[in-house]
């Protein structure tokens, strides 16, 4: 009986408690908007947003309603987190290797590169690299070309954009390829369980899907051309570039100050991920006769990755939440958009602040959900 | 018969060390001549090959001296460490031809061509960096905008803080059981007071400074000592309900915890800017300070109860049962046995988290509050002083280097010691 009372008490305490704060918070917020005259609701979603953006990766004009606001400006989020996990994990894993370098140098320059990116507040690098380094590249009249068809300005970074005929062909061509590559795989795996024969996997893949899409080309009657951009005389004084892809210069700040700042902690996943496998393990495998490409392969990756990758989805998680950062120097992403613009125009602060939080929650959760089901996946299974 | 081989082949060895180290020589002269003094002695090269004719060379060089075994200790440590193969010879060769380049300008930059004297932005004639900008501005740097004749009392308070902080150092033997009391719950009480009543004033004869003046280094200091104190209990609550065998509480806590783990700092910034005052009692006014130090120490409390949690689950489970067999009940248990070791185990991480907090106060600039990076954007746009992005940021980017760099090796320090005391 005493030990019942133990257990119910404090929890109901605890229940009580947590729904006395919300309750306070309810019934103050309903007497702050009854005040303010304000209603709470989510009609506002479907009124016209009237603000533009600058930057927008599906079509949006100011007609459009708050809810296509929103999902534009949570592409241009992802945009930026995509870009910034494709960089930070090219830069890391070199880094991270270059850091285990038996070379003196490389390994202390990674060192630094780890040790000054780092320990920089990220913010600060967001507003070095758009207030200062991209201010001081040259005006659209002065730029000069870079790999010839390119332009680095301080107005953005300007490049060709593809123009595609029966772009569904090549794309159901390149879907066939990785299909047939997953297949390959499938059935090398097979036939090496069942006879030890190995099967160069690597080199069909590789074949597979420069072929198929060539193919498409001379067959399918895909073609693509590229729209260049061009410079152009608005006044005396004013040029822009016209055609082609803008990317405007917070993209490009963000990106940067994003996987340079990132880059860092992969790096030292990377790092420990390699550094984790026994030294026995790599010596075991030559006692076998396997060749260090195979070790590498076979025996050292597999269990490295094994190391390596939840502590970098954790970063991967941590650069898609640091991406809101782009709300201080004006690139149009959700916290801007939505819990800026959005939030100013409607009032509606406890409904949009709601959103913006619950849809990073959304992407957390989801991340860690794919995160725990792949750990369950990779996991020894020890008999 | 051995030896006249051995001898032949240390011939042959000094010839390739003879020809290798004069083409390194020449290839690292080439680049240093060009980049320190603009003389281009490989200038009679066409184009294109006269940017890789010093990469060739040292990679010749390198090669040439390539060598298992020389017998000069110099030559073979270099052989060992920075020239195993061709790919890391090339590698080497790069990043020492990239440090050479780069340093001439940087230095010039910073240090030659800078101007640090004058009081108006006239003075800044040189090509470098203007440095009079930064000190003519360091006070607002520093303490925002925070009246001149007042700063010797935010130096006070923090001198004051700090000394009490190393106050536990000196406790005796006999007072140490409660050096954790102190630290806990005496210390964040007597800090924030201090901290309250030197720099806001309003008492004691002290004039009344708004927390609108606050800012610069100060109130990042300020933001993140308040947030770290006072997540720390917080955390501790959440650590262990998160371990509670009580499942109200459990599901309660990790509701909680990951909650304000999966959203960014900046919409809880947000949060307690826009949407808190809505939560408020009608004429029940918060200052804008202490909601964001509000919402930040609810963030920050989720990441410092994992890192506690962590502590508490190293801990053997012969601990809890030991203290169990001795009739504790679970505050003694965990107060007396279990808080003071895994507190213990956890300290590297508190001081990372810390570290963390610490980069991510200059986000307050985002709420309007004009903390280092916000006094940055003030000066920058202020019409005397134009054109001084590069030089602000830089300045605010070492002060901060400084700062996290000296943490995150104390705190791999403190990680080293504990690992050996265990």
Same mark, same amino acid.
């Given at each position: 009986m005493n030990?019942?009372?133990?257990?119910?008490l404090?929890?109901?305490?605890?229940?009580?408690?947590?729904?006395?704060?919300?309750?306070?918070?309810?019934?103050?917020a309903?007497v702050n908007?009854d005040?303010?005259g304000?209603?709470?609701?989510?009609?506002?979603?479907s009124?016209e947003?009237?603000?533009?953006m600058?930057f &927008?990766?599906?079509?949006?004009?100011g007609?459009?309603?708050?809810l296509?606001?929103y999902?534009?400006?949570l592409?241009?989020?992802?945009?930026?987190?995509?870009?910034?996990i494709?960089?930070c994990?090219?830069l890391?894993v070199?880094?991270?290797?270059a850091?285990l370098?038996?070379?003196?140098?490389i390994?202390?320059?990674?060192?630094?590169?780890?040790?000054?990116?780092r320990?920089i507040p990220l913010?600060?690098?967001?507003?070095f690299?758009? #207030?200062?380094?991209?201010?001081?590249?040259?005006?659209p009249?002065n730029?000069?070309?870079?790999?010839?068809?390119? #332009?680095?300005t301080?107005?953005g970074?300007?490049i060709?954009?593809?123009?595609?005929?029966?772009?569904?062909?090549?794309?159901?061509?390149l879907?066939?390829?990785?299909?047939a590559?997953?297949?390959i795989r499938v059935?090398?795996?097979?036939?090496?369980e069942?006879?030890g024969?190995?099967?160069?996997?690597?080199?069909?893949?590789? !074949?597979?899907?420069?072929?198929?899409?060539?193919?498409?080309?001379?067959i399918?009657?895909? &073609?693509?051309?590229?729209?260049m951009p061009?410079?152009k005389?608005l006044a005396?004084?004013?040029f822009?570039?016209?055609?082609?892809?803008?990317?405007?210069?917070?993209?490009?700040?963000?990106?940067?100050?994003?996987?340079l #700042? &990132?880059s860092?902690f992969?790096?030292?996943?990377?790092?420990?991920?390699i550094?984790?496998?026994?030294?026995?393990q790599?010596e075991?495998?030559a @006692?076998?006769?396997?060749?260090?490409?195979?070790?590498?392969?076979?025996?050292?990756?597999?269990? !490295?990755?094994r190391?390596?990758?939840?502590?970098?989805t954790?970063?991967?998680?941590?650069?898609?939440?640091?991406s @809101?950062?782009?709300?201080?120097?004006?690139?149009?992403?959700?916290?801007?958009v939505?819990a800026g613009t959005?939030?100013?125009?409607t009032?509606?602060?406890?409904?949009?602040?709601?959103i913006?939080?619950?849809?990073?929650?959304?992407?957390?959760?989801?991340i860690?959900?794919l995160?725990?089901?792949?750990?369950?996946?990779?996991?020894?299974?020890?008999? | 018969?051995?030896?006249?081989?051995?001898?032949?082949?240390?011939?042959?060895?000094?010839t390739?060390?003879?020809?290798?180290s004069?083409?390194l020589?020449?290839?690292?002269l080439d680049v240093f001549?060009?980049?320190?003094?603009?003389i281009?002695?490989?200038?009679?090269?066409?184009?294109n090959?006269?940017?890789?004719?010093?990469?060739?060379l040292?990679?010749?060089g390198?090669?040439?001296?390539?060598?298992e075994?020389? *017998?000069?200790?110099?030559?073979?440590?270099?052989?060992?460490?920075?020239? =195993?193969?061709?790919f890391?010879?090339?590698?080497?060769?790069?990043?020492?031809?990239?440090?050479?380049?780069?340093?001439?300008p940087?230095l010039?930059?910073?240090?030659l061509d800078? +101007?640090i004297s004058?009081?108006?932005?006239e003075a800044? =004639?040189?090509?470098?960096?203007c440095?009079?900008y930064?000190k003519v501005?360091?006070?607002r740097?520093?303490?925002?905008?925070?009246?001149n004749?007042?700063?010797?009392?935010?130096?006070?308070?923090?001198?004051?803080?700090i000394?009490?902080?190393?106050?536990g150092?000196?406790f005796?033997?006999?007072?140490?059981?409660?050096?954790a009391?102190?630290?806990?719950?005496?210390?964040?009480?007597?800090a924030?007071?201090?901290i309250y009543?030197?720099?806001s004033g *309003?008492?004691?004869?002290l004039?009344?400074?708004?927390?609108? %003046?606050?800012?610069g280094?100060?109130?990042?200091?300020?933001?993140?000592?308040?947030?770290l104190?006072f997540?720390?209990?917080?955390?501790?609550?959440?650590a262990?309900g998160?371990?509670? +065998?009580?499942?109200?509480?459990?599901y309660? $806590?990790v509701?909680?915890?990951?909650?304000w783990?999966g959203?960014?700092?900046?919409?809880?910034l947000?949060? $307690?800017?826009?949407?808190?005052?809505?939560f408020l009692?009608?004429?029940?006014?918060m200052?804008?300070?202490?909601?964001?130090?509000?919402?930040i =120490?609810?963030?920050?409390a /989720?990441?410092c109860?994992?890192?506690?949690?962590?502590g508490?689950q190293?801990?053997?489970?012969?601990?809890?049962?030991a203290?169990?067999?001795?009739?504790?009940?679970?505050?003694k248990?965990?107060?007396?046995?279990?808080?003071?070791? /895994?507190?213990k185990?956890?300290?590297p991480?508190?001081?990372?988290?810390?570290?963390?907090l610490v980069k991510d106060?200059?986000?307050?600039?985002?709420?309007?509050?004009?903390?280092?990076? *916000?006094?940055?954007?003030? %000066?920058?746009t202020?019409p005397?002083w134009?054109?001084? %992005?590069?030089?602000?940021?830089?300045?605010? %980017?070492i002060i901060f280097w400084?700062?996290?760099?000296?943490?995150?090796k104390?705190?791999?320090?403190?990680e080293?010691?504990?690992? =050996?005391?265990r």
């Open positions: 030990n019942k009372i133990k257990r119910i404090p929890q109901l305490l605890t229940i009580l408690f947590v729904v006395l704060v919300f309750g306070f918070f309810t019934i103050n309903q908007m005040n303010r304000i209603d709470f609701g989510f009609g506002f979603l009124q947003a009237s603000f533009d600058q &927008t990766l599906l079509d949006y004009d007609q459009d309603s708050y296509w606001a999902v534009v400006a592409l241009n989020t992802l945009l930026v987190s995509f870009l910034g494709i960089f994990t090219i890391g070199i880094i991270g290797v850091r370098s038996q070379n003196f140098l390994k202390n320059s990674a060192a630094w590169y780890v040790e000054f990116f320990n913010l600060l690098q967001i507003f690299w758009y #207030y200062a380094a991209l201010r001081a590249l040259p005006l009249e730029a000069q070309p870079w790999f010839g068809v390119t #332009y680095m301080i107005k970074y300007y060709p954009s593809m123009i595609w005929e029966n772009l569904n062909v090549f794309m159901s061509c879907i066939a390829a990785i299909v590559i997953i297949f059935y090398a795996r097979k036939i090496q069942r006879e024969k190995q099967l160069p996997v690597l080199y069909i893949s590789l !074949a597979l899907i420069t072929i198929l899409p060539l193919l498409s080309f001379l399918g009657g895909v &073609t693509l051309d590229f729209e061009v410079l005389q005396q004084t004013s822009i570039f016209e055609g082609g892809i803008a990317l405007p210069p917070e993209l490009i700040a963000l990106v940067l100050a994003l996987s #700042y &990132t860092t992969v790096a030292e996943c990377v790092r420990a991920g550094q984790g496998i026994s030294k026995g790599k075991a495998a @006692s076998v006769g396997l060749t260090p490409n195979q070790i590498l392969k076979l025996v050292i990756m597999p269990q !490295a990755l190391i390596i990758i939840p502590p970098t954790n970063q991967y998680l941590n650069l898609t939440k640091n @809101s950062l782009a709300a201080a120097i004006a690139y149009p992403d959700l916290v801007l939505f959005a939030l100013m125009q009032g509606k602060a406890i409904e949009i602040v709601g913006t939080m619950l849809t990073y929650l959304s992407i957390s959760l989801a860690a959900a995160m725990n089901w792949y750990n369950k996946r990779i996991e020894i299974k020890e008999k | 018969m051995n030896l006249s081989l051995n001898r032949i082949k240390s011939q042959n060895q000094m390739n060390i003879y020809i290798g004069a083409l020589i020449l290839s690292i001549l060009n980049s320190f003094f603009r281009n002695i490989s200038g009679f090269l066409p184009g090959l006269s940017i890789f004719f010093p990469l060739i040292g990679f010749l390198l090669s040439y001296l390539r060598t075994y020389s *017998g000069y200790k110099f030559l073979d440590s270099l052989n060992k460490n920075i020239n =195993t193969t061709n890391n010879a090339f590698l080497t060769l790069f990043i020492t031809f990239a440090i050479l380049k780069a340093f001439p940087a010039s930059w910073m240090v800078a +101007n004058g009081d108006t932005k800044c =004639t040189g090509t470098g960096a440095w009079t930064i501005w360091f006070k740097f520093m303490y925002g905008m925070y009246p004749e007042l700063h010797w009392r935010i130096n006070s308070a923090f001198l004051l803080v000394g009490l902080g190393f106050v150092y000196f005796k033997e006999n007072l140490k059981k409660y050096l009391l102190y630290y806990v719950v005496i210390y964040p009480i007597i924030f007071l201090i009543y030197l720099i *309003g008492a004691f004869g004039v009344w400074v708004e927390t609108g %003046a606050w800012g280094l100060s109130l990042t200091f300020i933001v993140s000592f308040f947030c104190i997540c720390f209990p917080l955390g501790m609550i959440l262990l998160r371990r509670s +065998n009580l499942p109200a509480i459990r309660i $806590s509701g909680y915890i990951e909650f783990r959203v960014p700092l900046i919409t809880v947000f949060m $307690s800017s826009v949407m808190f005052p809505m009692p009608q004429d029940f006014f200052d804008k300070l202490v909601r964001v130090i509000i919402a =120490t609810l963030f920050e /989720a990441y109860a994992e890192v506690i949690r962590g508490l190293a801990l053997p489970r012969g601990q809890y049962d203290a169990k067999s001795l009739g504790m009940g679970y505050w248990m965990h107060i007396f046995v279990i808080l003071p070791q /895994a507190l185990l956890v300290i991480g508190i001081a990372n988290t810390f570290l963390a106060t200059p986000l307050i600039f985002v709420v309007g509050l004009a903390e280092i990076a *916000g006094m940055l954007a003030l %000066a920058k202020n005397k134009l054109g001084f %992005a590069m030089e602000g940021y830089i300045f605010a %980017a400084i700062i996290c760099y000296a943490m995150s104390y705190s791999y320090n403190l080293e010691k504990y690992k =050996t005391e």
